[in-house]
C-alpha cells in the first residue's frame, strides 16, 4: 500500500494551555513496531491534564508532542521483525510501553514496570492519522466488538482491573466518582456479579449517566446524607467492596470511613496532593486490604475486556455520549472541562 507522507496529528507544541492541529511527517515504522492507521480516539483524563497543561503535566511532557493513547485502528504497516500480525487487521494497543527486563517485567508484573513508557505522554501518541507502537503491545480486535468500544480498551481496561481486583460476587459495592472509568465500573461490577452497585458523584450529567450504566443507587455528596443512605443500603455494615475513581481528597476519606470491616478497597482515582486517612480506625481496627491500582494487567485484562465487549458492550453505550470529528476537539475538551459528559471519541477517517 502506498502511504502518504504526511498527516494530521493534535500536538502539544508549547508549554501552554491547548493543542494545535499540525502536518508532520507519518511515523517510521521500526523493525519490531507496527504502524496503525487510525480510525477512533478516545480522550483520556490525562489529556484533558495535557491540554489544561496544569502542574503536573508541565513536570511530565516534554513539547512538541503529539498527546492520546486510547485508539483503534487498522495495521497499514509492519515491520521485519513482526510476526503473527497481518495487515489490514484491526487492532487497539496497551499504552504503557514496559521495558521487559526489570523485575517486574518479569515476574508478569509488568503493568508496575518502574521505567515504562507511556504513548502519548513520553513517546508519541495516536491524536493523529497514524502511530506506531511495537508490536508486543498491539491488541487485536476481535470482529465482534464495535469500533467506538474497541477505541477504549484503555480505559475500559482501568475498570476492569480495578473490579477484578475485589471479590464483587454477590456483595454490595461503592463507587466513588463516576467519571468514564467509574461509569464503566459501574457495568463492569454488574456484569461480574455484584449485588447492588451504589455510586457517588457530585456532577448533575454524571448522575444521570451512573443510572443509566446501571447503578442501582446512585448519591450527590453535596445534598444527600451519603453515610446514612449507605448504611441503609447496606444492612447497617458499609459496601464490602469501594472502588475509589475519583482521586478526590473528601471522596477518599469517606470512602474509608464507610467501608465494610473486613471489606476492600480499591484505589484507582489519583489524588493530586497526599491524602489524611485514619489508619488506626478506617484501615487497622477494620482490618480491611486496600489494593493499590495501576493500569491493566497485561494482558489479562485485555482478555477480560475482549469478553466484556464480546458479550456487554450494549451497556457502555450510554456512557460513550460523544463521538466528534477530530477537528472538533477544542469543543471536546470544553465539554470535559465543564464536566458535561462521559467519555468522548474523536473519528479520523
Ligand atoms: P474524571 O475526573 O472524569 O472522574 C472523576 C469523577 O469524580 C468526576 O465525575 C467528579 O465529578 C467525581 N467527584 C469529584 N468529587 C467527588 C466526591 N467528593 N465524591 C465522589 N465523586 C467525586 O476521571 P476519570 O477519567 O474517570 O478517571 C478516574 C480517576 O482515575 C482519576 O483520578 C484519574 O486520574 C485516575 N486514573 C488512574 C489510573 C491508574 O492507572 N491508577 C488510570 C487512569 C485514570
Ligand atoms: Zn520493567
Known amino acids: 500500500m502506498l502511504l502518504p507522507t504526511t498527516m494530521r496529528a493534535m500536538r502539544k507544541l508549547r508549554g501552554q494551555a491547548g493543542l494545535d492541529f499540525c502536518t508532520i511527517p507519518v511515523p517510521v ?33 516534554k513539547p512538541p508532542l503529539t498527546t492520546g493513547h486510547e485508539f483503534v485502528g487498522d495495521i497499514v504497516a509492519l515491520g521485519a521483525e513482526v510476526h503473527g500480525l497481518s495487515l489490514g487487521q484491526r487492532v487497539s494497543a496497551e499504552g504503557h510501553i ?61 475498570a476492569m482491573h480495578t473490579v ?11 463507587v466513588m466518582g463516576a467519571g468514564a472509568i467509574g461509569l464503566f465500573a459501574v457495568s463492569i461490577a454488574k456484569v461480574a456479579g455484584a449485588a447492588n452497585v451504589m455510586v457517588v458523584e457530585p456532577n448533575a450529567t454524571r448522575i444521570d449517566l451512573a443510572r443509566k450504566a446501571g447503578a442501582d443507587l446512585v448519591l450527590n455528596p453535596r445534598t444527600d446524607d451519603v453515610p446514612a443512605l449507605v448504611r441503609r443500603a447496606t ?11 475519583s482521586g478526590n481528597a473528601k471522596a477518599m476519606q469517606q470512602a474509608f470511613s464507610l467501608v465494610a470491616t473486613g471489606g476492600t478497597m480499591c484505589l484507582l482515582g489519583i489524588p493530586g496532593t497526599p491524602v489524611d486517612i485514619n489508619w488506626a480506625e478506617d484501615i487497622m481496627f ?45 469543543e471536546a475538551f470544553a465539554l470535559m472541562n465543564a464536566g458535561a459528559c462521559g467519555k468522548i471519541n474523536l473519528t479520523w477517517a
Not at 164 to 174: D, E, G, R, T, Y
Open 235 to 245: 444492612s447497617n455494615e458499609g459496601p464490602e467492596v469501594v472502588l475509589e475513581m
Open 286 to 330: 477494620k482490618g480491611i486490604t486496600i489494593h493499590g491500582i495501576t493500569g491493566r494487567r497485561m494482558f489479562e485484562t485485555w482478555f477480560q475486556v475482549d469478553e466484556f465487549l464480546l458479550h456487554h458492550s450494549a451497556r457502555l453505550a450510554a456512557s460513550v455520549t460523544h463521538t466528534m470529528p477530530c477537528a472538533a476537539y477544542e
Open 29 to 61: 515504522c521500526g523493525p519490531r513496531d507496527v504502524l496503525i492507521r487510525v480510525r477512533i480516539t478516545g480522550i483520556c483524563g490525562t489529556d484533558l491534564h495535557i491540554y489544561n497543561w496544569d502542574a503536573w503535566s508541565q513536570n511530565r511532557i
Open 98 to 158: 514496559t521495558c521487559g527486563q526489570c523485575r517486574l517485567c518479569r515476574t508478569g508484573r509488568g503493568h508496575i514496570c518502574r521505567t515504562f513508557k507511556g504513548v502519548g505522554v513520553d513517546r508519541e501518541g495516536c491524536f493523529a492519522d497514524y502511530i506506531a507502537v511495537p508490536a508486543q503491545n498491539v491488541w487485536p480486535v476481535p470482529a465482534g466488538v464495535p469500533d467506538m468500544f474497541a477505541a477504549i480498551y484503555d480505559p475500559l481496561g482501568n
Open 164 to 174: 477484578m481486583s475485589a471479590p464483587v460476587s454477590l456483595k454490595n459495592v461503592l
